[in-house]
């Protein structure tokens, strides 16, 4: 297969990072697609971590990175990881980081209301990152957004700035009670980001699809998870864009017969950060495990992730709505040292079982998990590098993933590290 999407059955932090940075080396172009610095994708190499927000997780190993039309880009943010990443020795010039002209712009007054909203929403907010991802996304959709386009046009770029604050400062300071923003501050701020970044500014579309004509091979990562996703995930408590393998096609400008097979990452229990129903979520001292075992915090917000046991009613609605092709199981060494684990295959509601994801929260959050209980082991299979080497019980356990998802499981991961993973088949061929 020649391109691939990469993208989160469950609610984030499934550990794309990790997967996209070990299969960008059979890749020659690496494309986020959706998203912002919302997503914390940690690569972990030679011992050393990285973590990326922005640039795409093909960076390490030397790929051509693209920021599509798709993605809501705080240009602050950018230039941070490209000097972090430039100090590390890895070079970002315009060749390899490229952004698309369409991709729109996360400004100070975006950031400025998601804080000051979640602030009013008090027990009501949906816990977001506070990165003005949400209503960078509003604008682009009331089409007052602002694209990269724009800010190579200082005459324009002005204009749009100067008119859409007079709104966005009467709402701050008047239903938010927040501080009003000052535009003349905003103007020379972004005009030095515009002298930074104008060089990997570009179309995109025509880079990718001039690639996959030439035969080269494109690896397309997801951020977030599916059931963070604004049309098929927990609503209201998901982010502001289209998380699924689809919008790899709207959010690149591609069409959607390149698209070779999905791969859907699945973390070997449940976490979630921020609000919102979580069926299978353990508040007990197993819980509290593997939260401290699997270092379960947030990699942009450092909060604490809830966890919980495997739902494979969440992956198999993931399967389904991204059309995935195999699975990449990651996390599995954090299970080990539990006498039993249990795996959700369905859901108690009313005295009946269900066996789909519910659309409506007041069902989801009365849903009660089925479990199957399957025996633990306590083998450390952080070194295992070989699929017959595991332990039986482990292999029991990704046997009964496969088996009731009716997905293959393409590629298991045991340690951080890119090295640390069993490939039973390399999605790329
Ligand atoms: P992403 O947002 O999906 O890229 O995932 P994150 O990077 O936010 O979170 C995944 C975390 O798990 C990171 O800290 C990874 O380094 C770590 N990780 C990834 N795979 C494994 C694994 O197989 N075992 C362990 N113990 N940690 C892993
Ligand atoms: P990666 O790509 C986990 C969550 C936030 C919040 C909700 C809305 O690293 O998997 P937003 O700031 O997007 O408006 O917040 O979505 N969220 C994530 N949770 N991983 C992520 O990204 C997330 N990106 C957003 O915690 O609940
Ligand atoms: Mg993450």
């Not at 008047?174 to 103007?187: F, G, K, M, N, P």
């Not at 699945?266 to 129903?277: D, E, H, Q």
């Not at 083998?379 to 496969?402: C, F, G, M, T, W």
């Amino acid at each position: 297969m020649s391109n691939i999407v990469i993208i989160g059955t469950q609610w984030g932090d499934e550990g794309k990072g990790k997967i996209v940075d070990l299969l960008a080396q059979y890749t020659d172009m690496v494309v986020r697609f959706q998203g912002g610095n919302n997503a914390g994708h940690t690569m972990v190499v030679n011992g050393k971590q990285f973590i990326s927000h922005l640039v795409p997780s093909g960076i390490l190993q030397g790929k051509i990175c693209i920021l599509g039309n798709g993605m809501v880009v705080d240009p602050a943010v950018l230039i941070d990881e490209i000097d972090h990443l430039k100090n590390q020795g890895i070079t970002i010039e315009p060749d390899i980081l490229k952004i698309s002209e369409k991709a729109h712009l996360i400004m100070p007054y975006h950031r400025a209301i998601d804080v000051a909203r979640e602030a009013v929403k008090g027990q009501r907010k949906i816990g977001t990152t506070g990165r003005g991802i949400g209503p960078c996304y509003e604008d682009k959709a009331s089409r007052s957004g602002i694209r990269f386009i724009d800010l190579l046009e200082p005459e324009v770029f002005k204009d749009k700035v100067t008119t859409i604050l007079e709104e966005k400062n009467f709402y701050l300071e008047r239903y938010l009670s927040a501080e009003a923003l000052d535009v003349t501050a905003i103007l020379s701020e972004y005009s030095k980001y515009a002298q930074r970044l104008a060089a990997h500014v570009t179309d995109v579309s025509i880079t990718v699809n001039n690639a996959i004509k030439s035969g080269k091979r494109v690896l397309f990562e997801g951020a977030q998870g599916t059931h963070l996703d604004i049309d098929h995930g927990t609503y209201p408590y998901v982010t502001s864009s289209s998380t699924l393998s689809g919008n790899a096609c709207c959010g690149t400008g591609i069409g959607p017969q390149h698209i070779s097979g999905v791969e859907g990452v699945v973390k070997a229990y449940t976490t979630r950060v921020g609000a919102g129903p979580f069926p299978t979520e353990l508040s007990d001292e197993i819980g509290e495990k593997i939260q401290k075992k699997g270092a379960e915090f947030g990699a942009t917000t450092g909060r604490k992730r809830r966890c919980g046991w495997l739902d494979l009613i969440m992956v198999k609605n993931a399967i389904r709505l991204n059309g995935v092709t195999g699975l990449a199981i990651t996390k599995l060494d954090v299970l080990g040292g539990l006498e039993s684990i249990n795996i959700c295959t369905g859901y108690r509601y009313n005295g009946k079982v269900i066996d789909e994801f519910p659309a409506s929260l007041t069902v989801l959050g009365a849903c009660r998990p089925v479990y199957e209980t399957l025996p633990g082991w306590n083998e450390d299979i952080s070194h295992v590098q070989q699929y017959e080497a595991l332990p039986k019980n482990v292999k029991n356990y990704l046997k009964r993933i496969e088996e009731i998802t009716e997905t293959p499981i393409d590629i298991v991961s045991v340690s951080p590290g890119r090295d640390q993973t069993i490939i039973i088949n390399n999605p790329f061929g």
